[in-house]
């Protein structure tokens, strides 16, 4: 398997390590076991417990590709590794809906604010999907538990449900929309009007955020899944991070070669840039726990199904794009509820148009880089 990870900085393993043979062991995740000729090894964290996110990895991490996500890759040239999965305190929390020039509009603020994440959602989404999609809840935990308020609006076109593609705030319904909730926001005293903001975009949403961010002034943009069009990306001065997916049947490689010519083109104009690449990964055994009414258990069982039925290949890549492969077919009727949410793991795995949770911990960090 190839591992391709462009950003600012480029670690360079030696090509002279070989592969040893080792014995892993995963304590609160996942990923454990004896392994032969493999450069690199998956390991993941169990789903949060209640209450808490997870913080970082500890243990043999010397050879972690980044020991505070919480899904990342070993380097396979220790023979005995042992690693322990760690978590934070992050008290629950419920968002606030309400009605915002005639669009919906979730938020939650914690008690102390460093920042303010505005989150904007793909073509025919919707503001509740932050709170409400698994993946994108994740994020949103995380960034409550660093300290981020996160707000999410309804487009202001609700029949295609898509953004405004113009760049000023006159002409721009979305970034009008984007300043009058600050305005309320000021007003209620829950954000001054120095508090830093920033944008987070899945898909059409992306391609929104660097809109939104260099007319109302936010400190940098996370844009997920969409390289993001010239009449933007050539101007902007704004911080932007790219979060794409290799097998990325939306923007196609031709949208994925994009988002690399626009990172390099806000390096070449010394904007501050970075650009991660998702690669396939592993099915372990464990994946589908993390969705709500799944156990582990429930998640080995479906494995298995996908295993035992060929879906799978022997270190658990997916063989066949999930959208296509009809894996639904030897899943057990008792999950049948449960079809989309596994789907949308599956798609994670394959590196599909789907949002992702395994780069949150560089897209806060890139977002404290600025704030």
């Known amino acids: 398997m190839r591992y391709l990870r462009t950003i600012t900085t480029i670690f360079i393993f030696s090509l002279s390590l070989v592969a040893q043979n080792s014995t ?27 209450g808490m996110v997870f913080d970082r990895w500890t243990g043999d991490i010397e050879w972690m590709n980044n020991p505070r996500e919480s899904h990342t890759r070993i380097r396979n040239a220790k023979l005995n590794i042992n690693l322990t999965a760690t978590y934070k305190s992050a008290p629950a929390w419920i968002p606030t809906f309400e009605t915002l020039n005639g669009i919906q509009m979730g938020y939650y603020f914690p008690p102390s604010v460093l920042g303010v994440i505005f989150h904007f959602h793909g073509q025919g989404g919707s503001a509740n999907l932050l709170f409400n999609n698994l993946e994108r809840r994740i994020f949103a935990n995380e960034a409550v538990a660093e300290g981020y308020a996160v707000v999410a609006l309804d487009s202001a076109d609700r029949t295609n449900r898509d953004w405004s593609t113009s760049n000023d705030l006159a002409t721009n319904p979305d970034i009008q929309n984007v300043q009058a909730a600050i305005n309320l926001f000021i007003g209620r005293g829950l954000m001054t009007a120095s508090t830093p903001k920033f944008a987070h975009g899945f898909s059409k949403g992306a391609g929104f955020s660097p809109r939104v961010a260099r007319a109302l002034n936010f400190r940098a943009t996370s844009m997920n899944l969409l390289a993001g069009t010239p009449d933007i990306i050539n101007i902007t001065t704004t911080p932007i991070i790219w979060c794409i997916a290799q097998n990325d049947g939306t923007i196609m490689a031709g949208g994925v070669q994009q988002s690399l010519v626009n990172y390099r083109n806000l390096l070449n104009r010394g904007i501050p840039a970075q650009h991660h690449l998702a690669v396939p990964t592993p099915v372990y055994p464990e994946r589908f726990w993390r969705i709500s009414g799944l156990t582990a258990q429930d998640s080995q069982t479906i494995y298995s199904a996908l295993k035992t039925n060929g879906f799978i290949d022997g270190r658990g890549f997916l063989l066949q794009d999930p959208d296509t492969s009809n894996w639904q077919s030897v899943i057990s009727v008792q999950y049948n509820s449960f079809l989309n949410s596994i789907g949308e793991q599956l798609r994670i795995c394959w590196t599909e148009h789907t949002f992702f949770s395994d780069y949150d911990r560089r897209v806060l960090d890139f977002f404290n880089t600025y704030r």
Do not use: C
């Open 24 to 50: 892993i062991v995963v304590n609160s995740g996942s990923g454990d076991g004896k392994y032969k000729g493999q450069t690199f090894v998956h390991v993941w964290a169990d789903p949060n417990p209640s």
